[in-house]
């Protein structure tokens, strides 16, 4: 096996980073590294990676948005998407759902997400905030508008476990619409690069 490092460099050189174009070979291979640098191990901790990256992988194919035309509302602005919400007249609700009952929106995953994730926070930690504290938005029709990553890790993790989530009783493109319309019209920031799990 590759030394992480190497790993990482490599698959960054060529984006393949992506899940969409990575093999279930090379995803377990970069995963396990980055998991090992870390003390955890992909046999105890994610022991159906194989099975589960190729679930996340079709359904990321499945997906119709490139990840620059998603709308990112960041952590600090959840609640006032919510009030912004439901001053529309918009129904809001927090509830847990599966994971492999959501759809994702965005078509670009890239897995070194999830391993900043739980670089930062913990395995423990990161599966507590998806499961119970997590902002995560989607459609009533179960498209995930903000949280992509935090629903590529739970995948990878257990498709069958429940997440947290606001569910806005709008359909999944009349719910995007009003997610730009937040971010341009009343945030009015730009897409910021920096690590937003």
């Known amino acids: ?25 090379d995803a377990r291979d970069y995963f396990a590294s980055a998991l090992n640098a870390m003390r955890y191990d992909i046999e105890k901790d994610f022991p159906d990676f ?7 992988k079709k359904k990321v194919r499945e997906a119709n948005t490139p990840r620059k035309k998603m709308p990112v509302i960041k952590s600090a602005d959840v609640m006032k998407f919510i009030k912004f919400i439901r001053s529309e007249g918009i129904k809001i609700k927090k509830e847990k759902v599966r994971a492999v009952n959501l759809i994702p929106m965005q078509n670009q995953m890239y897995l070194d997400n999830p391993i900043d994730a739980i670089r930062r926070y913990t395995l423990k930690g990161t599966l507590k905030f998806i499961t119970s504290d997590s902002h ?31 569910s806005v009783a709008l359909e999944h493109e009349e719910l995007k619409n009003m997610m730009d319309d937040f971010t341009d019209g009343v945030t009015k920031r730009k897409r910021n690069e920096d690590f937003q799990f």
């Open 1 to 25: 096996m590759k030394t992480f490092k190497v790993f990482l460099t490599e698959l960054k050189r060529h984006n393949f980073l992506n899940i969409r174009d990575l093999s279930v070979d």
């Open 50 to 56: 194989d099975k589960n990256f190729n679930l996340a």
């Open 136 to 166: 995560s938005i989607v459609s009533f029709d179960n498209w995930i508008m903000d949280g992509n990553h935090r629903w590529l890790l739970a995948i990878l993790y257990n498709p069958s476990m429940n997440v947290q989530v606001y």
